[in-house]
């Protein structure tokens, strides 16, 4: 059984930098791929960024890329998400996820594993 724990949201002003973590344990082909998913208030669930666990491949989604990073350290059972230069509208509940396979081409699906959400608040 694939267990996902997030944490390392909070509150942070435009501009700023916040790290998310996710300690996953479990694993199985089923979740080859660990990602990220955010949901604002009113609006559905996307995806943001998704690693390989074997081999390291990233996806991320238009809105991210060049300010989010993800990353993972195996030895620790642990992924990162980076994010950098925040904006009001990166403001969600941030998500952990894991499925067999990662988005390919921007097609982003709704993973089979969930982590619980760490809120992320970017305002001034």
């Known amino acids: 059984q694939v267990q996902l724990v997030g944490s390392g949201g909070g509150s942070v002003q435009p501009g700023g930098s916040l790290r998310l973590s996710c300690a996953a344990s479990g694993y199985t082909y089923s979740s080859n791929c660990l990602g990220w998913f955010r949901q604002a208030p009113g609006k559905e669930r996307e995806g943001v960024a998704a690693?390989?666990?074997?081999?390291?491949?990233?996806y991320y989604a238009d809105s991210v890329k060049g300010r989010f990073t993800i990353s993972q350290d195996n030895a620790k059972n642990t992924m990162y998400l980076q994010m950098n230069s925040l904006k009001p509208e990166d403001t969600a509940m941030y998500y952990c996820?894991?499925?067999?396979?990662?988005?390919?081409?921007?097609?982003?699906?709704?993973?089979?594993?969930w982590g619980q959400g760490t809120q992320v608040t970017v305002s001034s």
């Open positions: 996820a894991a499925d067999s396979l990662c988005p390919y081409g921007g097609s982003w699906y709704e993973f089979g594993y």
């Open positions: 690693i390989y666990t074997s081999g390291g491949s990233t």
